[in-house]
């Protein structure tokens, strides 16, 4: 099955388009679209999914509308924001490491968003404004620390992957001494903080993530182009115009801030983006990074399980990071025994 076509541009350019991506990140679209209809029905006053799509078009009642508006909506809003956030980070994190073993997951941003976030809690007792800047803070400064260790004429992906694995066992050593310095009111709030949850979210959430994700979505895809070329290596890409460096740098900090971001909204939610990349790219079947199908996996991703955890366990008992801890953590067991079958690690 032919699955790459050339399109002609009124300009007289021609475009490569990949059928098969395209159906992929559309047929994702309408599963992220379809399970946030049945997520916003969900909860301890369901509503159908037809009323909640005629709600959501300004023809529901009173009491529906405000339980979709106000209650639901803004919950689902931000889970497609983190997923697509998480997927779009992750990708960047695997293309420019080579590796991928290089999501946020491994190389401990989410542990330094973590770090921030809980220096907030414990020293200073900080509202969830606070808790939310730490987060963001603690990810940035990994991030930034991850890259200049990294650094020697360039950054190496398994050198990137290396460091970064040094630097999630250090911050989780110190995660693990600010919960034993807390009291047991902090801690509690910590523990909370750190399963990575959706619950109580609201417009406040909302409106940094979209904005953060309308500039640096179209940034990150318009430098796509490079990125692949960067895969047949520096020296190539630069005899092909790429600046190499300046690419890897944008798109580095564009993933640092993105997953920094989703991480200070949701807490560190695992492994979404570690999987969504790697299936997106199973689906596919095509090579490159594959940032628009693994935007749309994560956004599909997280609101299928924050759906499948209210459906299971019922509302806000069980947090989403634990449901995409299971199963991230079993994606991750599988792709290890591949990696090793074929020789990679």
Same mark, same amino acid.
């Given at each position: ?18 059928? $098969? ?109 606070? &808790? ?25 992906? #398994? $050198? ?16 693990? #001494? ?12 910590? &523990? ?24 640096? &979505? ?112 079993? #994606? ?11 020789? $990679?690690?």
């Amino acid at each position: 099955m032919k699955t790459n076509r050339a399109v002609r541009t009124p300009g007289g350019l021609s475009v490569r388009l990949d059928v $098969r991506a395209l159906t992929v990140v559309l047929l994702l679209l309408l599963a992220a679209f379809a399970a946030s209809v049945l997520l916003i029905g969900t909860g301890d006053f369901p509503i159908s999914a037809g009323d909640v799509v005629k709600t959501l078009l300004g023809n529901g009642d009173p009491g529906q509308e405000f339980i979709v508006n106000e209650l639901r909506l803004p919950r689902v809003l931000v889970a497609l924001l983190v997923g697509a956030s998480l997927g779009l980070g992750g990708a960047l994190f695997q293309a420019v490491s080579g590796n991928p073993l290089g999501s946020p997951d491994i190389l401990g941003l989410g542990q330094g968003a973590t770090a921030g976030a809980l220096t907030m809690i414990v020293l200073f007792s900080g509202s969830a404004n606070q &808790v939310t800047i730490g987060a963001l803070v603690g990810g940035l400064v990994t991030g930034l620390a991850i890259y200049l260790l990294a650094w020697k004429q360039g950054v190496h992906g #398994y $050198r990137l992957v290396l460091v970064g694995i040094g630097m999630s066992a250090i911050l989780t050593a110190v995660n693990g #001494y600010l919960l034993t310095v807390s009291d047991i009111v902090d801690a509690a709030r910590s &523990v909370v903080w750190m399963t990575g949850s959706l619950s109580g979210r609201d417009w406040a959430q909302v409106w940094p993530l979209l904005a953060l994700c309308t500039v640096l &979505v179209p940034l990150v895809l318009a430098n796509a182009r490079g990125l692949r070329m960067m895969e047949m290596g520096d020296d190539v890409s630069n005899a092909l115009g790429v600046r190499v460096e300046r690419v890897r740098a944008l798109l580095m900090i564009s993933a640092v801030l993105l997953t920094a971001a989703a991480t200070a909204a949701a807490g560190p939610v695992s492994f979404v983006a570690l999987t969504a990349p790697q299936l997106a790219r199973r689906l596919t079947r095509s090579p490159g990074p594959n940032l628009l199908p693994s935007l749309c996996m994560g956004a599909a991703l997280l609101v299928v399980a924050d759906w499948a955890s209210q459906r299971l366990f019922g509302a806000d008992q069980m947090p989403v990071g634990v449901v995409t801890g299971v199963v991230g953590g079993a #994606y991750l067991l599988w792709l290890l025994v591949t990696e090793r079958r074929a020789g $990679r690690i």
